[in-house]
């Protein structure tokens, strides 16, 4: 199983931007896909993006071209730039892996965006 350390949530304006850090504790070389999720309060944890081990990316159409996907597998790093960032991008922030037959979750990073 590979463990996930999220990092980089905060409070930021309307407007602003922050960028999301995942540390993985296994070689990003023997890993897929990330994931980023995201969960509100009272609502249900859904997906914001995915990024392949050939960097191909997809996006959640409420984020496109707001958030941008990357990954760093020398460092184990896997990052979240978010643009634009919005009151409805207010939640807690996940990175996801299906790695050796098991769901792997990090323990989340808190962005909220409030004036």
């Known amino acids: 199983q590979v463990q996930f350390v999220e990092s980089g949530g905060g409070l930021v304006q309307p407007g602003g931007s922050l960028r999301l850090s995942c540390a993985a504790s296994?070689?990003?070389?023997?890993?897929?896909?990330v994931s980023w999720y995201r969960q509100a309060p009272g609502k249900q944890r859904e997906w914001v993006a995915t990024?392949?081990?050939?960097?191909?990316?997809r996006y959640a159409d409420s984020v496109k071209g707001r958030f941008t996907i990357s990954r760093d597998n020398a460092k184990n790093m896997v990052y979240l730039q978010m643009n634009r960032l919005k009151p409805e991008d207010t939640a807690v922030y996940y990175c996801?892996?299906?790695?050796?037959?098991?769901?792997?979750w990090g323990q989340g990073t808190q962005v909220t965006v409030s004036s």
């Open positions: 296994t070689s990003l070389f023997t890993i897929y896909t």
């Open positions: 996801y892996t299906f790695y050796g037959g098991r769901d792997s």
């Open positions: 990024i392949t081990d050939a960097e191909n990316t």
